[in-house]
Nanobody, 121 residues
């Protein structure tokens, strides 16, 4: 499974941005897709995840109510809609795929390269 994230950029605080994660390869093996982020000097942080079959979602506490994950199975693409962005949301955002059950797990099997999101104050 290969994953490609896109859609990052430089925005202002309060703006919105939508990231995309396109999956290719053996996508039928994917159970859920997740988003993670990492800011310079900080540990990687779980943003949220979605199950491929039911569309069920789960979010990290820092983004609940502001970020929404959705998927388009026909396009093998997952989206991260980010609203009311804050400077502390600045990070490299990566998507990952998991073959096993467990929407709340942080243990993923496949990782894509990230897309940078920078939020200015």
């Amino acid at each position: 499974v290969q994953l490609q994230a896109s859609g990052g950029g430089l925005v202002r605080a309060g703006d919105s941005l939508r990231l995309s994660c396109a999956a290719s390869g053996r996508t039928v093996s994917i159970n859920s897709l997740g988003w993670f982020r990492q800011a310079p000097g900080k540990a990687r942080e779980f943003v949220g995840a979605i199950t491929r079959s039911t569309g069920g979602t789960y979010y990290g506490d820092s983004v609940k109510g502001r970020f929404t994950i959705s998927r388009d199975n026909a396009k093998n693409t997952v989206y991260l809609q980010m609203n009311t962005l804050k400077p502390e949301d600045t990070a490299l955002y990566c998507c990952a795929a998991r073959s096993r059950d467990g929407l709340h797990s942080r243990d993923y099997d496949y990782w894509g390269q990230g897309t940078q999101v920078t939020v200015s104050s």
